[in-house]
């Protein structure tokens, strides 16, 4: 284990050794899609910032209890590639505790909406395995004892957000702060039995589609709310009929994430176009 840790060393200290120099910049935050189902999205610093970002690469670590995995393979993330590497906790000190980083290095720089939207960005998308009933999941804070030790493990962000006719990407992330905000921890013993398994028969059909989708509830649920993301975190507009469609005949082909909310729950499924 500390010869992965030093290849993760070797590997990522390249960006780490960027500090953030101005107020424009990154957290990270959760958001909790129903059920064992959450989102990493990067929130902008409050900025007058018109200037729409590129991003080039990005990592975080997730820590979860010990013993509780999360899906990587069915995991969804900002540029379709992301790499999750597990490490046990033991063999950091803090056996309580197992965690994932998670990198990814885009292909294409992505683009952000400008800071001065204020718009969070989906970054990773995944699900924690075994319905675990007790013990929190966290984003690790970089000014953390655990980050500080294993400094691969902090948070970072390349990013090129000046508008000057260059492209120069630089941490975007404050290596020194805890770079997380808004939810960044979930209790697992806050999700009901109700919260936890009403929403998870639903399903779309058909999946691939290429014309009408239909969102197929469970009995009780009768009234939901949908929001459609495409595999860069944009917001894609389309309408639910009074039949629980949706027409997806004019978007692209590619990877979708549909969010469905009823009352309090919030579930979100993956849709593949053709």
């Known amino acids: 284990m500390k010869k992965a840790i030093n290849i993760l060393i070797l590997s990522f200290i390249y960006f780490l050794a960027t500090s953030l120099k101005a107020q424009d910049g990154y957290t990270y935050t959760f958001q909790h899609n129903g059920a064992y189902n959450f989102t990493v999205q990067a929130v902008p610093n409050t900025s007058s910032n018109t200037f729409a970002p ?149 399903s779309l059909y058909p999946n691939p589609a290429s014309d009408i989708v239909k969102i197929i509830t469970p009995e009780r649920v009768n009234n939901i709310e949908i929001e459609i993301y495409d595999n860069s975190g944009k917001l894609i507009h389309l309408q639910l009929s009074e039949e629980n469609t949706i027409d997806v005949s004019n978007i692209a082909s590619g990877l979708y994430l549909v969010t469905i909310t009823s009352d309090d729950l919030k579930i979100t499924k993956k849709l593949i176009v053709k």
């Open 54 to 202: 590129l991003v080039q690469s990005y990592g975080f670590t997730i820590i979860v209890p010990d013993g509780v995995t999360i899906d990587t393979g069915s995991a969804t993330s900002l540029g379709g590639g992301a790499s999750a590497t597990f490490f046990d906790g033991t063999n950091v000190g803090m056996p309580s505790i197992d965690g994932y980083l998670i990198t990814e290095t885009l292909g294409s720089p992505a683009t952000y909406p400008a800071p001065s939207t204020a718009t969070n960005t989906n970054v990773y998308t995944f699900t924690v395995n075994g319905s675990p009933t007790s013990g929190t999941i966290y984003i690790l804070e970089n000014n953390s004892a655990l980050a500080n030790s294993v400094t691969p493990l902090k948070s970072f962000k390349q990013a090129d957000m000046i508008d000057d006719g260059t492209t120069v990407f630089v941490n975007v992330v404050d290596p020194n702060s805890a770079a997380v905000s808004g939810m960044s921890t979930f209790n697992f013993n806050t999700l009901s039995v109700e919260e936890t398994n009403e929403l998870d028969t639903l």
